[in-house]
C-alpha cells in the first residue's frame, strides 16, 4: 500500500514546526466551535478572527455573494480598519472586480505581492476605509459549486508575503465557512417555510369559522330587521339569542387571539370560584341543553374565594366546555366539572367528558396553536390559550383519560397570595 510523501504536498516543505502547529491548533479550534456556535454571524467572525491570527495577517474579510444582485457584498471585516463599517455599507464587487472578484469569477487562491502595482486591484476599499493594502490572499468559498463568497486576508506581517501553506490552510477554512454558511441557510429556509406554512394554515382556519359566523350573523340580522319592520316580537324574540351567540363567538376569538399574541401576568383579585364555574355554565347552557347534554358540577374543601384572574379562568372554562360538548355523543352526553382544594393547598379543576377521547397519537398536537380537529367549526386556539393562561398563574394544565370513557382535562392552580389558602378552614 502507497503512501503519500512529503514531496507529494509541496506546501508543507517550507513550513517550520512552529507555523505547522498554529495552523492545525487553528483548524482543531474552527472545527470544534463549528458545533458549539450556532448564531452564524459570530461563527463567521471567529473564522476570520482565527484566519487572520493563522495567516498572520493584518486584517480579514468575509465577502459574500449576492446572487439577486450578481455581485458581493463584504459581511465580516476584522483588523486595522478605521472604518469596517462603511466598507460592509458602501462597497460592493461585481464578479471579476478586485482581487476579491477574481477568486470568486475564477473559483480559484489569488495571492496579490504588491496589491498597489497590481492592475486587479480595487482601489476604492482603502479610500473608503482610510487603509492600505500591501497584499492580499482572497480564496473562494465554495459549496457542492454553489458560491457562497470570498475568504480574504490582507497585508502578511513582517516582509515576506504570503505562503503556500497559508494559501492551503485558507483553503480549509474557506471550506469549513462555505459549509458554515450553506447549511445556516437550509435551517433558516426550513424555519421560514414552516412559519409561512402555519401562518397560512393559522389564516384559513381563522378565515373559515369566523365566514360561518359572520355568515350567521348576516342571515340573523336579516330576521331582526324583518321582525322590527313587521312588529314581530315573537320573530325577535327567536332570532336574537342566536344573533347574540354570534357576537359572544367572535369576541371570544379575537380576545383569544389578543391573549395569545404576548406574555402576560395575571392581574389576580379575589372571586368566587363556584359562581364563576356557575357563569361558564349558563354561557353555554341553551347549547347543552339543544344537545341534550347532563352537565354536573361540584366543588369540594374550596373556600368560596379564591385568588387568582378570573376573567382570563373563565374564559379557559369556556374553552375546556365547548370542547366537551363538541365531543359528546349525539345521545346520552355527559359533562362533569369538578374543582377540588387538595390538602398541598392546590386547587384543581377538572372538565370530562363521555365522548370517544383523544387519539394517542394527538394527545400532545392538541395544544399546538392553530391546530385543530373541528375543521371550519374552531380556530385552533381554545386548549393553547387555557395552557398559556393556567401556565401564566404558576400552574399546569394536563390530558388524562375520563372515567366517563372520554376525555379529562386536569387545571392545577397554586395558591395566588401567600396570606390565602384554596382550603377550608
Not at 39 to 47: S, T
Not at 103 to 131: I, L, P, Y
Not at 161 to 187: H, K, P, Q, Y
Not at 235 to 245: D, E, H, Q, S, Y
Request: hydrophobic residues 40%; charged residues 25%; proline residues 4%.
Amino acid at each position: 500500500m502507497e503512501t503519500e510523501s512529503q514531496s507529494d504536498f509541496p506546501w508543507l516543505e517550507d513550513a517550520t514546526h512552529e507555523e505547522m502547529a498554529r495552523a492545525v491548533e487553528a483548524m482543531y479550534r474552527v472545527h470544534k466551535l463549528i458545533r458549539a456556535i450556532t448564531d452564524l454571524d459570530a461563527l463567521l467572525e471567529y473564522i476570520s478572527q482565527e484566519s487572520q491570527r493563522v495567516a498572520g495577517a493584518e486584517a480579514s474579510s468575509i465577502i459574500l455573494y449576492d446572487p439577486d444582485m450578481g455581485d458581493l457584498y463584504f459581511h465580516t471585516a476584522l483588523g486595522d480598519y478605521s472604518s469596517s463599517e462603511t466598507l460592509k455599507r458602501d462597497i460592493r464587487l461585481k464578479l471579476g472586480e478586485g482581487i476579491a472578484g477574481v477568486a470568486a469569477a475564477e473559483r480559484r487562491s489569488v495571492v496579490a505581492d504588491n496589491a498597489q502595482q497590481d492592475d486587479r486591484f480595487f482601489r476604492n476599499a482603502d479610500q473608503a476605509t482610510n487603509f492600505t493594502t500591501r497584499n492580499v490572499l482572497a480564496v473562494p468559498m465554495v459549496d457542492h459549486e454553489e458560491l457562497i463568497g470570498v475568504l480574504e486576508v490582507i497585508n502578511k506581517v513582517g516582509d515576506g508575503g504570503f505562503t503556500l501553506l497559508d494559501v492551503r490552510v485558507m483553503e480549509m477554512f474557506s471550506t469549513l465557512a462555505a459549509t458554515s454558511i450553506s447549511n445556516a441557510r437550509l435551517v433558516k429556509d426550513k424555519i421560514s417555510t414552516e412559519r409561512l406554512a402555519a401562518i397560512g394554515q393559522a389564516v384559513t382556519g381563522l378565515s373559515h369559522y369566523t365566514k360561518n359566523i359572520v355568515s350567521g350573523m348576516s342571515s340573523s340580522a336579516e330576521l331582526i330587521e324583518a321582525g322590527l319592520r313587521q312588529g314581530n316580537l315573537e320573530l325577535l324574540a327567536k332570532t336574537w339569542p342566536v344573533f347574540r351567540r354570534s357576537t359572544q363567538r367572535i369576541s371570544h376569538c379575537v380576545q383569544d387571539m389578543l391573549s395569545f399574541s404576548k406574555p402576560r401576568t395575571p392581574c389576580r383579585e379575589p372571586f368566587s370560584l363556584r359562581q364563576l364555574i356557575d357563569e361558564a355554565y349558563e354561557s353555554y347552557a341553551e347549547l347543552f341543553s339543544k344537545r341534550g347534554v347532563e352537565v354536573t358540577i361540584t366543588c369540594a374543601n374550596v373556600q368560596d374565594t379564591v385568588f387568582a384572574e378570573p376573567a382570563s379562568l373563565y374564559r379557559s372554562l369556556l374553552n375546556l366546555l365547548a370542547n366537551a360538548a363538541d365531543a359528546a355523543p349525539d345521545t346520552g352526553g355527559r359533562i362533569e366539572v369538578r374543582a377540588t382544594g387538595l390538602p398541598s393547598g392546590i386547587l384543581e379543576i377538572v372538565v370530562e367528558d363521555n365522548g370517544p377521547g383523544v387519539p394517542e397519537a394527538l394527545e400532545e398536537r392538541i395544544f399546538d396553536p392553530f391546530f385543530s380537529t373541528k375543521g371550519a367549526k374552531g380556530t385552533g386556539l381554545g386548549l393553547a390559550i387555557t395552557r398559556k393562561v393556567v401556565e401564566e398563574h404558576g400552574g399546569q394544565l394536563q390530558l388524562r383519560k375520563s372515567s366517563l370513557g372520554g376525555a379529562a382535562f386536569h387545571i392545577t392552580l397554586p395558591a395566588g397570595a401567600p396570606e390565602r389558602t384554596l382550603l377550608s378552614p
